[in-house]
């Protein structure tokens, strides 16, 4: 059963920033984009929310880039790319998880329930 979350203008503020981003976006980046809007806002409560979103499954933790968790408001089985130089995410939406998925020979009684496939290297504002 699930329990029921109070309402929240700041998580609510949260999520949409997700939703609307595709930077895919630390705590603090989003803590620095929300607090001009909202003074009471504080970093704490940005990773409570995050932490909260995840559990209800609104929101995954993407990549980790130079030891900071990126967010993602996506949150069906898709591939990311991560620049290892600038430290960016893509979304790799052309990448087929499923057909990874069906190609994976896993031991007798395993069954894949998701899949988060991250795939690093230069991307191409850096690899020029």
């Known amino acids: 059963m699930a329990v029921q979350r109070r309402y929240s203008h700041q998580r609510e503020q949260i999520y949409n920033y997700l939703t609307h981003t595709c930077d ?5 980046a989003i803590y620095s984009a929300l607090k001009p809007t909202m003074p009471e806002l504080s ?5 409570r929310n995050l932490a909260l979103l995840e559990e209800m499954g609104l929101v995954q933790k993407v990549a980790h880039v130079n030891d900071v968790v990126r967010y993602d408001a996506c949150c069906h089985n898709h591939a990311h790319f991560v620049c290892t130089q600038c430290g960016s995410v893509h979304d790799l939406n052309d990448v ?3 057909a990874i998925t069906s190609t994976l020979n ?3 009684g395993f069954e894949v329930s998701s899949l988060n496939l991250t795939i690093k290297g230069l991307c191409p504002r850096c690899n020029s």
Not at 24 to 28: G, K, L, N, Q
Request: proline content about 12%; some cysteine; aromatic content about 6%.
């Open 96 to 98: 087929d998880c499923n």
């Open 106 to 108: 896993l031991p007798e």
């Open 43 to 47: 970093l704490g409560t940005v990773y």
């Open 24 to 28: 895919h976006p630390s705590a603090e």
